[in-house]
């Protein structure tokens, strides 16, 4: 096989690897004189349709890929000689040694190139999962499908991601079939079932490092409850560390780390690991907030009489004033009167007692967000209450607008946003937060939630505001 040429342009140097219909080579392009890898898939009488399927995708999602953690494609061929018919796809040569290959060899890994090695796969997975549309599900992530080059002794080293030969994305449907794909050990339990979600793959990575942290394939520890038993043989290793171990790989998708992005913020600033709640409370302020590994809870009290409902009020009396006094001439009919008084009472009356005696409470847990009123043992929804895994931006907005009754003098409002779905979930302006609230709320929940805070200027200068 040595020396052969395919397509009349790649010289065989060796084998990489071979399986049933399937083998790797390693080439060199005589035209650019680069080693490449090329992937052949084989028709024969055990030639499955699925299989081509499952290979066309490789070569279309790697065509769409530019990432430098990620083989490059280069050319997909049809193989037609008389011996030999199939397909082969024609990708950028990584040199290094996979991590099955380093485990192998009795390499072990320090905690912190654990850490360096998740960082660097998690960015990976940012971009396959939150930067593709729709995301690109890699469904095989393992210690032999993840290379590195150039490891020394300060560093894990170039760290990369191979073989989408199980890859799909979220539109990929195979009509009524359903499809398994990935390897036992590693496999996230919804894969058995033929369902693959970003947070799969979250699985597959950290069955990888629990691999690396242990020295023992998964499939040698102990399961309970369907969740891999590792703690006892890492007593080295920090506690943060297990426990995010323990997220990345929870058998439920409900109490998984739902995206690379909340794990990669969750690396770096671990979670309160005691099932207690704790209480933070910021300085000058009265908000509650209380979390723990399990829920966030943020109690807003009744705002009390302030300068704004004062300044309300004394606009409704003024309001009230103005309309008795043009019923008195005559100027209002006594049906109006009645009515735009009543409204005006009403709005008054409701305003004090929200100020007075409305707590609002927002709480997310590992299954939903939940955002209620309190009044008096009475308690109402805000909004409809969403699944947590639909919150999937964290924003701060912040609105310009002209205050009435100055000479186009400025101000500035700010609110946090969540959306999940279709639910818009707001703390601000209602709630009479100040700047310095809503920063440390954002904060807060941003920790928790592993999301980005993201900041939004909105121009509203035409409307006059009290």
């Known amino acids: 096989m040595t020396g052969q040429i395919l397509a009349e342009r790649y010289e065989v140097q060796r084998l990489l690897g071979k399986q049933t219909g399937r083998q790797t080579l390693l080439a060199r392009d005589l035209q650019t004189q680069a080693l490449v890898v090329i992937k052949q898939l084989f028709l024969g009488s055990d030639f499955e349709w699925q299989e081509l399927k499952l290979f066309e995708r490789e070569a279309e999602t790697l065509k769409a890929l530019a990432h430098p953690a990620i083989p490059r494609y280069l050319d997909y061929l049809e193989i037609d000689e008389p011996d030999t018919k199939g397909f082969a796809l024609v990708q950028t040569y990584v040199e290094g040694k996979t991590l099955e290959e380093h485990l192998r060899s009795g390499r072990t890994f320090s905690e912190s190139e654990v850490k360096e090695l998740a960082k660097s796969l998690l960015e990976i997975l940012i971009y396959l999962h939150e930067e593709q549309e729709p995301p690109v599900i890699h469904r095989d992530i393992k210690p032999s499908n993840i290379l590195l080059h150039s490891r020394s002794a300060h560093s894990v080293g170039q760290v990369y991601l191979v073989d989408f030969g199980s890859v799909q994305n979220q539109a990929a449907k195979f009509g009524g079939t359903i499809t398994v794909v990935g390897t036992y050990g590693y496999m996230a339990p919804e894969q058995f079932g033929g369902r693959s979600v970003p947070a799969s793959d979250l699985y597959g990575l950290g069955a990888t490092l629990i691999y690396l942290v242990t020295g023992l394939h998964p499939t040698e520890l102990s399961q309970q409850d369907l969740k891999i038993q590792f703690a006892d043989r ?14 990345m790989t929870e058998p439920s998708l409900n109490k998984r780390l739902s995206s690379a992005g909340e794990a990669w913020l969750s690396l770096k600033n671990p979670r309160p690991t005691d099932k207690n709640p704790i209480a933070v409370q910021r300085q000058g302020s009265d908000i509650k907030l209380t979390k723990n590994s399990e829920f966030i809870e943020v109690i807003i009290p009744p705002q009390g009489v302030g300068f704004g409902l004062i300044a309300m009020l004394s606009g409704v009396i003024a309001a ?36 007075l005696f409305v707590e609002v409470r927002l709480r997310i847990d590992r299954q939903q967000i939940s955002y209620i009123s309190h009044l008096l043992g009475w308690e109402w929804y805000y909004c409809p209450p969403a699944p947590r895994q639909d919150i999937g931006q964290l924003e701060i907005e912040q609105i310009e607008y002209t205050r009435r009754g100055t000479k186009n003098k400025l101000s500035r409002v700010s609110q946090i946003i969540m959306q999940a779905g279709n639910q818009k979930y707001q703390l601000g302006m209602k709630q009479g937060l100040s700047e310095s609230e809503i920063e440390w709320l954002a904060t807060e929940l941003s920790q928790w939630l592993g999301l980005k805070i993201q900041i939004t200027l909105r121009d509203d200068k035409k409307n006059k505001w009290f």
Not at 332 to 353: D, H, Q, R, W, Y
């Open 320 to 355: 009230n004033v103005t309309l008795y006094i043009n019923f008195h001439n005559g100027d209002i009919n006594p049906l109006l009167f009645l009515i735009l008084g009543s409204f005006l009472a009403v709005a008054g009356v409701l305003k004090f007692i929200d100020a």
């Open 234 to 247: 890492v007593t080295h290793l920090n506690s943060n560390l297990v426990d995010w171990l323990e997220w």
